[in-house]
């Protein structure tokens, strides 16, 4: 893990503060229900290198081996749906592909640790593709990617069906922010009361939950 102490220039240029891990358990323990539920969905629209998703990650990816650590499909495919509900903007590259990255580990380290050889490359591969897909390089204020050609941010939502198939549905980050009358983002809201239900900008067919790496030509 970095040092938490960011360099005075990124602090000004790009206001980057990394959260020492004792606050973010402290944070975390206010709504530790929510980070041990396996399909609860956080967004943090500047999460840096991860600090907090790590912990939610390795909250979640427990409550998956409490329940389903016997059986290595069961496991796989809710270990997914748990890396699947977690959702990060930064706004500098290299945090972002180091997000990307400790995530996959942490899942990764838990998965071979269970398994060892049985681990799967496809259930990596599937891993990895949903945190490229839900970790963007992009700016939360202007809600675009960042880089020469910037792209209105498109945010994908996973969710469990039939068994072993996955359903993905993507979401223009615009619209998920952009109704008045909004408390929180819709799409990451599970708490059961009345609210704007935004549309996809596109949707696709279920496909097998180990096959999500290679089901999308992008």
Request: aromatic share 10%; with cysteine; net charge negative.
């Amino acid at each position: 893990m970095k040092s938490y102490l960011a360099s005075k220039h990124r602090v000004a240029r790009y206001g980057e503060v990394l959260t020492p891990k004792h606050i973010v358990d402290a944070m975390l323990d206010l709504v530790k229900q929510e980070t041990e539920r396996i399909d609860s969905r956080f967004f943090e629209p500047a999460c840096g290198t991860g600090n907090f998703l790590l912990e939610i990650m390795e909250r979640k990816l427990r409550a998956v081996e409490s329940r389903y650590g016997k059986s290595q499909l069961e496991y796989e495919r809710y270990a997914i749906l748990a890396v699947s509900s977690i959702y990060g903007i930064e706004i500098l590259e290299e945090n972002a592909e180091e997000c990307r990255k400790r995530l996959f580990d942490v899942f990764d380290s838990a998965y071979t640790r269970l398994f060892n050889s049985k681990a799967k490359e496809q259930c990596q591969e599937a891993v990895r593709y949903i945190l490229k897909r839900n970790i963007v390089h992009g700016d939360a204020l202007t809600l675009k990617t960042v880089g020469e050609n910037p792209q209105p941010i498109v945010f994908s939502e996973w969710s469990l069906v039939n068994g072993s198939m996955i359903k993905r549905r993507d979401f223009a980050f615009h619209g998920l922010v952009s109704h008045g009358s909004r408390r929180e983002l819709p799409l990451f809201s599970d708490l059961g009361e009345e609210a704007f239900v935004p549309e996809p900008i596109k949707d696709y067919p279920p496909v097998h939950f180990l096959e999500v790496a290679h089901a999308y030509h992008e």
